[in-house]
């Protein structure tokens, strides 16, 4: 596999989550670190915003978070850093070690030339194949190994979620194209 096939895949967002404290006390948060904002009636958690490296955070009390927004996989470390950092300011007791990983890599790749969506559905296996044109544009396919969906557009755009590592997208990718092929 070269590296100029995956030249148009593109990170559009990363998710983490994970436990980074016993508990907290997300009303002291809120009142105590700008970008923090806590709002029960609408949400349970706290939202904390870090903008360089862009971070949106859910801070929960029951110490767990999760983190959105993310576009490079290093900015993970160091968002997460300046969140936990923020924490400790403010007294709040995070663990040494956190246990957040990555849960879903969302990817965009564009195969720059147009799909024939109705031909896919007539040719590959339905069972894993969703498409109601009325209802959204795209066809939604599961792959089974690595477990990832894709989302294929008419225009050859195509979106790959489910992910935990860029290997994961990238092996769905594969099998995607495979079957593809045999149909273009």
Do not use: H, W
Not at 104 to 124: A, E, F, G, Q
Not at 154 to 164: A, C, D, M, P, Q
């Amino acid at each position: 596999m070269d590296g100029k096939k995956y030249e148009s895949l593109k990170i559009e967002n990363i998710v983490a989550s994970g436990q980074i404290a016993d508990s907290i006390n997300l009303e002291e948060v809120s009142r105590q670190i700008p970008n923090c904002e806590l709002n029960k009636k609408r949400f349970p958690g706290a939202v904390f915003r870090v903008e360089d490296p862009k971070v949106a955070s859910l801070i929960f009390s029951s110490g767990k978070i999760v983190l959105t927004g993310i576009r490079r996989k290093e900015d993970l470390k160091t968002g997460l850093d300046i969140i936990i950092n923020s924490l400790k300011k403010i007294n709040v007791k995070t663990f040494e070690k956190n246990d957040v990983s990555i849960t879903n890599i969302v990817c965009s790749y564009d195969m720059k030339k147009p799909v024939n969506l109705n031909r896919i559905v007539v040719t590959l296996d339905l069972e894993n194949i969703e498409y109601e044109p009325e209802q959204f544009p795209g066809l939604v396919y599961r792959i089974d190994d690595p477990k990832i969906v894709a989302l294929i557009f008419s225009s050859g755009k195509i979106i790959l979620t489910g992910g935990k590592n860029l290997d994961d997208v990238k092996g769905g990718l594969d099998v995607l194209e495979q079957k593809l092929e045999s149909i273009m």
